[in-house]
């Protein structure tokens, strides 16, 4: 099986608290569908920012990765941090 439908990513980034809904309406309308991918929020912030997780797998991740990242640039605080995985054994 070709390594890049098994690739995973993971992403994540701080989103001001103040701007999470207008991301949140941004990531819905990406366009990405039900099969696009999970977003995630850490439990328990106070700061003021919130930790967003995207988590991208299979044939399209890195396009749907590039679609957010363009998407979601206005509401990022920082930086956008990409882990890259493949499974020790394939499903």
């Known amino acids: 099986m070709n390594a890049e439908v098994l690739l995973e ?25 039900l099969s696009g991918p999970r977003l995630l929020r850490r439990e328990h912030e106070s700061t003021g920012q919130q930790t967003w997780m995207e988590i991208h797998c299979g044939a399209q991740a890195q396009e749907s990765e590039a679609r957010l990242a363009a998407v979601l640039a206005p509401y990022i605080s920082g930086t956008r941090h990409i882990e890259r995985f493949l499974p020790l054994r394939p499903a």
């Not at 990513?9 to 366009?31: C, I, K, P």
Request: aromatic letters at 16%; charged letters at 15%.
């Open 9 to 33: 990513l993971y992403v994540y980034y701080s989103v001001d608290a103040a701007q999470a809904e207008a991301a949140l309406r941004a990531f819905d309308q990406a366009g990405l569908g």
